[in-house]
């Protein structure tokens, strides 16, 4: 698990407030990405960040919903332009 431990490195080296993590690309999910994203969101809310989602294709977000997988905690936004506003609390 090198993602989260990187993740968690970082967070602690600079005490950044804020995760961006764009899934633009990403056309099809399964069980384990959803639990990754959820848990990078658990992380960054140890070390206070808030992680936000960008770049959700609908189907994405319906096969999520149909695995039952909830993202609590983890915002999203339509691109990352968006997902800078909610981190900088202009959304």
Do not use: H, Y
Not at 9 to 29: C, H, M, P, Q, S
Not at 40 to 51: K, P
Request: hydrophobic share 50%; proline share 1%; aromatic share 2%.
């Amino acid at each position: 698990m090198r993602l989260q431990e990187d993740l968690a490195d970082e967070l602690a080296a600079t005490g950044a407030r804020g995760v961006i993590i764009d899934i633009t690309a990403v056309e099809i999910v399964d069980s384990f990405i959803g639990r990754m994203l959820a848990m990078i969101g658990s992380i960054s809310r140890l070390f206070d960040a808030e992680t936000v989602i960008v770049g959700m294709r609908p189907a994405v977000a319906i096969t999520l919903t149909e695995l039952g997988l909830s993202l609590n905690g983890v915002r999203t936004a339509l691109n990352a332009d968006k997902g800078l506003e909610i981190l900088n609390g202009r959304s």
